[in-house]
């Protein structure tokens, strides 16, 4: 079992910035895939950004311009940058593990971190 904890963020105006971190129970080198979602307001799940611990990455295709998935391995988080935020970022943003590749339905949530984005 992994437990995730994400932290980071807050309310921030047009344009600006946030780093969120999801902080994971095991060493981060040792879980297969983590993934940051977001739920907006009256909106369903979304993917935001995955990151393989093979080190390959995914972005939402809308997001990918403005968003970043990385490690931080010295403090073992996967962070998400996020930079030029708009009023539709708004979401509780979630972070999620999975441990094992070929367990696809092995894996752990966060509570989240809301970001809200106004003017």
């Known amino acids: 079992q992994v437990h995730v904890v994400e932290s980071g963020g807050g309310l921030v105006q047009p344009g600006g910035s946030l780093r969120l971190s999801c902080s994971a129970s095991?060493?981060?080198?040792?879980?297969?895939?983590m993934d940051w979602y977001r739920r907006g307001p009256g909106k369903g799940l979304e993917l935001v950004a995955t990151?393989?611990?093979?080190?390959?990455?995914y972005h939402t295709g809308s997001l990918k311009d403005r968003f970043r998935i990385s490690y931080d391995y010295s403090r073992n988080t996967v962070d998400l940058q996020m930079n030029n935020l708009k009023v539709e970022d708004t979401a509780l943003y979630l972070c999620?593990?999975?441990?094992?590749?070929?367990?696809?339905?092995?894996?752990?949530w966060g509570q989240g971190t809301q970001v809200t984005v106004s003017p």
């Open positions: 999620r593990a999975r441990p094992y590749e070929r367990a696809h339905d092995d894996v752990y």
């Open positions: 095991t060493s981060i080198a040792d879980i297969y895939e």
């Open positions: 990151i393989y611990n093979k080190g390959t990455t």
